[in-house]
């Protein structure tokens, strides 16, 4: 079965500065979709970016990238010049038979 | 657009109660999902529906939990009664055809309190 781990429960950044957040996880499938989730106290899972398997290049969404290394099966998320707004859960996520399997989250704090 | 809408946002209830939780997914998304979000945890799938139908139902507790999606559109998950260990976030969320792939809009929630 596919899982996702986040070994990261909290992670601190001060603002405008660079932070990662790691993720990995465990598939035998070859062609796959992985995501980041931010989560605010309003509950809301809003998409911050998302990664094709199949496609080479990291995805970059503004200051939000990835680092994506297939064969490590490893996911990270890069928020540069981070601003208080960032400040929430953040999830990943892999795309299972149109299910998503959630890891547990890191908690991002940002420090002004 | 409205987006995913769930109500009520919170709910407190006794154990043994029943309560029921409502979405209404983006107009045109034939898939819906109800997810479970346990504290300090993500969130794990309960139920899939494509149109009005259940697609994926394996990880929903049959003998407390039921839901429903008339005509394809909102949706209604209940728990009767409902126990101590139930209480959580419930998320609902949509998708459109082959949307999947790019990620779900997911509602705000509603978080459940059985005291």
């Known amino acids: 079965a596919q899982t996702v781990t986040q070994s990261q429960p909290e992670m601190s950044v001060q603002e405008a500065e660079t932070v990662t957040l790691s993720c990995t996880y465990d598939t035998s499938e070859s062609d796959y979709y992985l995501f980041w989730y931010k989560q605010p106290p309003s509950r809301q899972m809003i998409l911050v970016i998302r990664?094709?398997?199949?496609?080479?290049q990291n995805a970059t969404e503004n200051r939000f990238s990835v680092n994506f290394q297939k064969a490590a099966k490893s996911f990270s998320l890069k928020i540069s010049d981070s601003q208080l707004g960032d400040a929430a859960m953040y999830f990943c996520?892999?795309?299972?038979?149109?299910?998503?399997?959630f890891g547990t989250g890191t908690r991002l704090q940002v420090f002004p | 657009e409205a987006g995913v809408v769930q109500s009520p946002r919170y709910k407190i209830i006794e154990k043994k109660q029943p309560v029921a939780f409502w979405c209404n997914p983006i107009s045109g998304h034939n898939t819906l999902y109800w997810y479970r979000q346990n504290l300090g945890q993500g969130p794990e799938l309960l139920i899939r529906y494509e149109n009005e139908e259940a697609v994926d139902d394996s990880q929903l507790p049959k003998d407390r939990f039921s839901a429903e999606r008339l005509k394809g559109v909102d949706s209604t998950l209940k728990i009767q009664p409902a126990e101590l260990g139930d209480s959580a976030v419930y998320l609902c969320a949509s998708s459109g055809n082959s949307d999947g792939n790019y990620g779900y809009t997911f509602g705000s929630g509603t978080r459940l309190t059985v005291v």
């Open positions: 996520a892999y795309r299972d038979s149109d299910k998503l399997i």
């Open positions: 990664q094709e398997a199949y496609k080479q």
